[in-house]
């Protein structure tokens, strides 16, 4: 069976603390599908962008929590 370019939907998944307006992500998705037809070919139609809000006390990075404070 052959593979048509429809079956190579490419999808970019973009993680961050909750917080950015739909203006925000609207810009965003806008820009990284010109950015990725541009570089990587294809048609903006293809491409999805999955926005996934976490909340800072659900993250952690260097041994504490978005939530916590930076140490001094």
Known sequence: MS???D???????????EGR???QKR?????LTQ???ETCG???EALQIVFVDVQKQDWAFGGRLGCDP???
């Open 27 to 31: 810009a965003c998705a806008k820009a």
């Open 70 to 72: 930076k140490p001094e």
């Open 3 to 5: 593979e048509s370019k």
């Open 21 to 23: 307006t739909v203006e």
């Open 35 to 37: 950015a990725f037809v």
């Open 7 to 17: 079956h190579k939907m490419p999808m970019i998944r973009i993680e961050m603390f």
């Open 42 to 44: 294809g048609t903006p």
